[in-house]
């Protein structure tokens, strides 16, 4: 095998191990977040699943499902006809999905452990795909594209949501260069891959659909603002499920850690509002159909 194609699949190996063991770790702070994420994130939620063609009856494949907060939705409107199977690379947080769908009823939930750009299923088995907030960790996109159009039927639908641009984002931006400042690390190209804005660039994600063999692909851009109490309840959420900044700041003692998150705190206050604190953000939501079989 070519050494360069040998380096990169190692180097993919050693990028998802990290990223287990990152989410593995805020798998209990994510899940305890829940009401906010679900309330941040329901009009772009019920956006990408009507744009997946998830309805009634219909065997949906989760992908990168965290501890499963659109899983719930996705069964409630799939209802005890249809059929759920939500994945993520993390078994700690799969276990909460598996816990929250129980206690939740609903039975037509499964859930597994997988690497989203190796999913082990059977080929066209799904009617619909949804991957809400993941796909932009993922260090080969194209790779768990191509998993999830094989895993559609022909004329199944996917629908992705990532983040867009930094500058639509200036939460995560600031976050991310306050962490890097406070660690001595250089700044990075939000772009590269398996970052939180990896697929922010403008087409990019359109590219990688068209890539992969979907059809009639488009991308909407949506608002979701992050309306909280106060700085402060962003603050708990991000230092309880952030991942990719916890890994950062995690390189330093607890006294240069607080000094990176005082930092945050001021430049996040920025967005105190009359009534609380409301954190602007864009999404993009891409959808896209794996084409009916041609005869
Ligand atoms: C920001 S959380 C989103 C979770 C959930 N979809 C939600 O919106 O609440 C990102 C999730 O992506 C998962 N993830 C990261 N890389 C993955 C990969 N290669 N395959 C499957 N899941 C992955 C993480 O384990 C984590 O649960």
Redesign the pocket.
């Given at each position: 095998m070519d050494t360069s194609i040998d380096d990169r699949i190692h180097g993919n190996q050693v990028f998802?191990a990290s990223?287990?063991a990152q989410?593995d770790t805020a798998a209990a702070g994510?899940n305890a977040h829940t009401a906010h994420?679900s309330a941040w994130?329901r009009k772009p939620t019920d956006a990408m699943c009507s744009m997946a063609g998830v309805r009634a009856g219909a065997r949906v494949l989760d992908?990168?499902?965290?501890?499963g907060?659109?899983t719930l939705a996705v069964a409630q409107t799939v209802g005890a006809q249809g059929y759920v199977l939500a994945?993520?690379?993390?078994p700690a947080?799969v276990a909460l999905a598996r816990d929250n769908a129980v206690r939740a009823g609903l039975a037509q939930v499964e859930t597994r452990v997988?690497?989203?750009?190796d999913l082990d299923v059977p080929e066209a088995s799904f009617d619909a795909a949804v991957c809400?907030?993941?796909l932009m960790?993922?260090p080969d996109p194209l790779r768990?594209l191509r998993a999830i159009h094989r895993a559609l039927r022909p004329g199944g639908g996917l629908c992705t949501m990532v983040f867009s641009r930094p500058e639509k984002n200036p939460c995560l931006t600031i976050l991310m260069s306050t962490a890097l400042k406070h660690a001595g690390l250089p700044a990075r190209n939000p772009f590269a891959a398996g970052g939180l804005l990896s697929l922010g660039r403008p087409g990019h994600i359109d590219t990688l659909f068209t890539s992969a063999g979907f059809v009639d692909v488009a991308t909407t851009a949506i608002d979701a603002v992050f309306h909280l109490p106060s700085v402060d309840h962003y603050l708990a959420f991000v230092r309880s499920s952030a991942s990719p900044i916890l890994q950062i700041l995690g390189r330093l003692d607890a006294a240069a850690a607080e000094s990176a998150w005082s930092d945050m705190r001021e430049r996040l206050m920025v967005f105190t509002t009359t009534d609380g604190w409301d954190g602007p953000n864009e999404l993009l939501l891409t959808a896209g159909r794996r084409p009916e079989e041609t005869t």
């Open positions: 998802k990223m287990r989410w994510w994420i994130l992908v990168a499902a965290g501890s907060d659109q994945t993520d690379l993390s947080i997988a690497d989203g750009e809400r907030l993941g960790f993922f768990g």
